[in-house]
């Protein structure tokens, strides 16, 4: 099964030639603390639930969300910095929750 950003608006899918078009996918962090401000940056509803979004096993980010400086890059496989919270969302309003 392809995983696709859950970000809103988003499109971005992993496919086979997505790291070679410099696109990375991140799993929602174990630390509840971390996972939190991820959800509270997406400003994401749940439209079934009315409240805000909660990610599933397996849901992921597209790096297109994160800032350069957020990623490490010394190894072979581009990873995420302990503590970063993405921060670039393209949203409409209409769909976000306001905090």
Do not use: Y
């Not at 696709?4 to 630390?31: E, M, Q, W, Y």
């Not at 401000?37 to 509803?45: E, G, P, Y």
Request: glycine share 6%.
């Amino acid at each position: 099964m392809v995983k696709c950003c859950s970000a809103i608006g988003c499109a971005s899918r992993c496919l086979p030639n997505s790291k070679l078009k410099g696109l990375t996918f991140h799993v929602f962090p174990t630390d509840e603390n971390v996972k939190r401000k991820w959800v509270l940056a997406m400003k994401r509803l749940d439209v079934n639930a009315a409240g805000i979004w909660e990610p599933k096993k397996g849901d992921v980010l597209c790096s297109r969300h994160f800032k350069k400086t957020d990623f490490d890059r010394s190894a072979p496989n581009i990873k995420l910095k302990p503590g970063v919270i993405p921060s670039i969302f393209d949203s409409p309003s209409h769909l976000q929750v306001c905090l």
